[in-house]
């Protein structure tokens, strides 16, 4: 789990997580996004990503820009310019370069 970004539509972890693998077991990494409500304690799902580690090379970085999926389907708001905005443009909110995309940095080392 990572920290909570407050008051973000493009929210910037920069947190290290340091996960085994153990290939040809669990050979993708899931990650499910939220829209965290009152500081934490309840959230929306908002999006999915996965990554295949299959295909990536042993022993170097990968910065890779993964594509959100089912992004806004979970968000419940009681905001209506919130909600109007999602249910008209949910493809493209913010109109920023990479909009809908998770960029992760992911180096697989020593596999087990």
């Known amino acids: 789990k990572t920290k909570?970004?407050?008051?973000?539509?493009?929210?910037k972890w920069r947190q290290q997580f340091d996960i085994p693998w153990f290939?040809?077991?669990?050979?993708?990494?899931?990650?499910?996004?939220?829209d965290s409500k009152t500081g934490g304690e309840e959230s929306d799902q908002i999006g999915r990503a996965l990554i295949n580690l299959r295909d990536l090379k042993q022993d170097m970085s990968h910065n890779l820009w993964v594509p959100i999926n089912d992004r806004m389907k979970g968000l419940n708001t009681e905001d209506p310019w919130e909600s109007k905005m999602l249910m008209?443009?949910?493809?493209?909110?913010?109109?920023?370069?990479?909009?809908?995309e998770l960029n992760v940095i992911v180096t697989i080392s020593g596999l087990l």
Do not use: Y
């Open 88 to 100: 008209d443009n949910s493809g493209n909110l913010l109109n920023i370069e990479k909009e809908g």
């Open 23 to 34: 290939k040809g077991q669990d050979d993708f990494i899931e990650m499910f996004i939220h």
């Open 4 to 11: 909570i970004i407050p008051d973000s539509f493009n929210p």
